[in-house]
Nanobody, 115 residues
């Protein structure tokens, strides 16, 4: 079992920055990937950024060059650094871990970007 706890959401002006954190409680021995997703009302949850066990990262086209995903293995923590934010980045952001054929989700953290 893995429990994910996110933090770092909030309100920021366009062009500003935020860093989201996700602490994983439990064993990540069988982890295949970790990532951040986001969702707005009426839309499907979409992948924002992902890092697989080998370290390869993937980003949605809409955030490439602005967002950076990283991990601190010693602290079982994942981060999403968001720079040059845009109003369209407004969403609830969810931390995700895929391990041992199971998907784990955090509770979500609200991010709002004002124009």
């Amino acid at each position: 079992q893995v429990q994910l706890v996110e933090s770092g959401g909030g309100l920021v002006h366009a062009g500003g920055s935020l860093t989201l954190s996700c602490v994983a409680h439990g064993s990540l021995f069988g982890m295949n990937s970790m990532g951040w997703y986001r969702q707005t009302p009426g839309k499907q949850r979409e992948l924002v950024a992902q890092v697989v066990a080998g370290g390869t990262t993937t980003y949605a086209d809409s955030v490439k060059g602005r967002f950076t995903i990283s991990r601190d293995n010693a602290e079982n923590t994942m981060y999403l650094r968001m720079n040059n934010m845009k109003p369209e980045d407004t969403a609830v952001y969810y931390c995700n871990v895929y391990a041992d054929d199971l998907y784990y989700w955090g509770q979500g953290t609200q991010v709002a970007v004002s124009s």
